[in-house]
């Protein structure tokens, strides 16, 4: 069946760092890719999403491209802050193969230091 | 304005009680869910329905049953609690009209449930 995998945490950087976390994904049909993120006590917030190969999603600095042949979708920020630390979950969603829900990696924690 | 409001926020309750959780979307769409959030943060699908229609119901125990009685209310409802229930559980909600696979779905804040 589908799945994700995500690297794992906690991911500890210092202002100004250069962000990845990694995820990659096994599909059997077509499907859409996310970022969710997290933030310590609150529900999960759509980052960005990308819903087809080569889509680069982006959204508050942060960017994400699905690759296909490397099912691919890595989360990438250029310099983080401290109000970027929560947990960022990569997902993908296949409608016509798994109906409408959401699959999940397992969590990346990001704590941003100043 | 809440787009996805659940209550309580909080649940603290003895093995073998029966609770329920609700949930509430002023978005007006057709489709929600109910996830469950471990310990260890790991997100797992339980329920969706649409249009008041259950379309996804994943391996949950029957303790565990939802009840829709309009498009914008899904709530939970768990017979007989047991430890192993302790977890955050969230619904979502999304408009699903097309079926296409990036719709997005708008999630609550989240119900902590701690069972003693």
């Known amino acids: 069946g589908n799945s994700v995998t995500q690297m794992e945490g906690p991911v500890t950087l210092s202002e100004e760092a250069f962000l990845t976390i990694n995820c990659t994904y096994t599909a059997t049909g077509y499907p859409s890719l996310f970022w969710y993120v997290q933030y310590p006590g609150e529900g999960l917030q759509l980052l960005l999403k990308?819903?087809?190969?080569?889509d680069k999603g982006s959204n508050k600095g942060f960017e994400a491209t699905y690759r296909k042949e490397t099912t691919s979708f890595h989360l990438e920020k250029g310099s983080v802050q401290v109000s970027d630390s929560a947990v960022y979950f990569c997902a993908l969603r296949d409608f016509y193969n798994q109906g409408g829900k959401l699959i999940f990696g397992q969590g990346t924690e990001l704590s941003v230091k100043p | 304005d809440t787009a996805v409001s659940q209550t309580p926020k909080y649940l603290v309750t003895q093995m073998g009680n029966d609770k329920s959780i609700k949930c509430e979307q002023n978005?007006?769409?057709?489709?929600m869910y109910w996830y469950k959030q471990d310990s260890k943060k790991f997100l797992k699908i339980m329920f969706s329905y649409n249009n008041k229609e259950l379309i996804i119901n994943e391996t949950v125990p029957n303790r565990f049953s939802p009840k829709s009685p309009d498009k914008a209310h899904l709530n939970l409802h768990i017979n007989s609690l047991e430890l192993g229930d302790s977890a955050v559980y969230f619904c979502a909600s999304s408009q699903e009209r097309d079926g296409s696979s990036y719709n997005e779905q708008f999630f609550g804040p989240g119900t902590r449930l701690t069972v003693l």
């Open positions: 990308a819903t087809k190969a080569d």
């Open positions: 978005l007006g769409h057709d489709t």
